[in-house]
């Protein structure tokens, strides 16, 4: 059975750090593009980033540049957030995701996990 796991998420200050994983199974990474897109209520979907395993292009929101970045451990079948410097403004439920293409990572992913709360608060 296909599934993707995340952890990592919690409570942390703003500028503080926090690293999110996602551990698939039942199928590989490496046959996707695959990253992350975050919901907060009320708003609308955001692709966070996004990672072409085939050649490692990668992708980031312009709301997180230069602050978060992907990685991926094939051996592990793993996928990971780092996030940096983190705001207010990052809170939001995080949930990784596998789809044709990053384009449609946000709207059409073939396969995406339970979701991990990140809360940047003081």
């Known amino acids: 059975q296909e599934q993707l796991v995340e952890s990592g998420g919690g409570l942390v200050k703003p500028g503080g750090s926090l690293r999110l994983s996602c551990a698939a199974s039942?199928?590989?990474?490496?046959?996707?593009?695959i990253g992350w897109f975050r919901e907060v209520p009320g708003k609308q979907r955001e692709t966070v980033s996004c990672?072409?395993?085939?050649?490692?292009?990668?992708y980031y929101g312009d709301a997180v540049k230069g602050r978060f970045t992907i990685s991926e451990d094939s051996a592990k079948n793993t996928l990971y957030l780092q996030m940096n410097s983190l705001k207010p403004e990052d809170t939001a439920v995080y949930y990784c995701?596998?789809?044709?293409?990053?384009?449609?990572?946000?709207?059409?992913?073939?396969?995406w996990g339970q979701g991990t709360q990140v809360t940047v608060s003081s």
């Open positions: 990672i072409h395993l085939s050649d490692r292009t990668t």
């Open positions: 039942g199928f590989s990474l490496r046959d996707y593009s």
């Open positions: 995701a596998a789809a044709l293409s990053c384009p449609l990572l946000r709207s059409e992913p073939d396969y």
